[in-house]
């Protein structure tokens, strides 16, 4: 059995990440950790998240160093970017593999992070070593990783969506992929705000032209792109919209083949035969589902998953799951 850490766990995909490490048969949870500060320490995991009680009562312990807690073969972090970014340092120094949910490892750049970020890098060794977690596509050096960067939820979608095409060499890049896409407002997070108050949350762009996400997705497809996010107002789910243009010739079953060819034999992948999909089809569930249309030069694909699991807690385990040897839906399905 690995002994499983989780940091953070107090938030929405903690909670998430709690879940399947508690059915996971290979896994056993040690402790339940969130910052000393945190006004949750001390608390039941399952009072903060109900649909945990009688399945994981456990309290969330206080961290303010890792010492009491650096016994663990595996370590979730659900934390801030500031937070992992101090503290994945330290569990691989104590033998520690790191899954880590934040962007602080997801790009092998320091000045991103000052860009980006709002922060000054002190790793850029680890920046170098870190695997990005996009598992359909890093299965080789996800199996070999010590630390894992798990993407964020929005460049999940669009780079399942937009990859195939572009390593197909099916676009026309001269004009930019056009992304649209809507969370909802847990992407947030919990704690509480006016920005994501049930009133006050009406369906609106933010971060435009330089949401951090933005940046990560051209990065790791190599193409530049157009991101604009948006907020809309139900709990959770991400829905994209991507417009490109094909190459002169490009055809429907082209397409269709080429995501065939990337995801037949990918589990949490859903490709559509006919029609898009829609976020009831995937919220509460790991999976990323992508449909698309073509008509003359140009096509439209349509990706949703859920943000707290395909685009957070799910593909961390999912990751877990790889470099570990277990199936790769292990506890999610």
């Known amino acids: 059995m690995l002994k499983t850490l989780i940091v953070g766990a ?39 998240h109900p649909q945990l009680k009688g399945i994981v009562d456990l309290p969330l312990q206080p961290m303010d160093d890792i010492s009491e807690f650096s016994q663990a073969d595996v370590v979730f972090l659900a934390t801030a970017h500031e937070v992992s970014h101090d503290l994945a340092p330290q569990f691989l120094k104590a033998g520690c ?21 709002g922060f000054t890098h002190q790793h850029p060794d680890l920046l170098a070593q870190a695997v990005y977690g996009l598992a359909e596509w890093n299965h080789d050096q996800i199996k070999e990783a010590t630390l894992v960067a798990v993407p964020g939820c929005y460049p999940t979608a669009a780079q399942l969506s937009l990859r195939p095409l572009i390593d197909a060499d099916l676009l026309d890049l001269n004009q930019w992929p056009v992304i649209n896409a809507t969370s909802g407002v847990s992407g947030a997070g919990r704690k509480a ?17 330089h949401h951090r996400h ?23 789910g991400i829905l994209e ?49 992508i449909g698309f249309a073509v008509k003359d030069e140009h096509i439209i694909v349509v990706a949703a998953e859920d943000n707290l699991l395909k685009g957070a807690a799910a593909q961390a385990m999912q990751c877990a799951n790889i470099r570990f040897g277990f199936a790769e839906t292990q506890s999610l399905i």
């Open 10 to 48: 107090s938030g929405y995909a903690g909670a998430e990440l709690v879940a399947y490490v508690n059915r996971h048969p290979h896994m056993t949870i040690t402790a339940l950790t969130v910052s000393a500060q945190s006004n949750d320490a001390g608390k039941l995991i399952s009072d903060l």
């Open 97 to 117: 593999v790191v899954f880590d949910l934040s962007g602080a490892f997801r790009v092998n750049d320091p000045a991103f992070y000052d860009t980006y970020y």
């Open 214 to 236: 933005h940046p990560e997705i051209a990065v790791h497809l190599g193409a530049p792109v157009i991101f604009t996010p948006h907020l809309g107002n139900f709990p959770r």
């Open 241 to 289: 919209t991507i417009t490109c243009r094909l190459k002169p010739g490009v055809t429907h079953d082209q397409v269709a083949a080429v995501f065939l060819h990337a995801y037949g034999d990918k589990p949490l992948v859903r490709l559509y035969d006919k029609g898009v999909p829609a976020l009831k089809n995937v919220v509460g569930l790991p999976f990323c589902d």
């Open 193 to 209: 705000a006016l920005s994501n108050s049930f009133c006050e949350v009406s369906l609106q762009p933010y971060g435009v032209f």
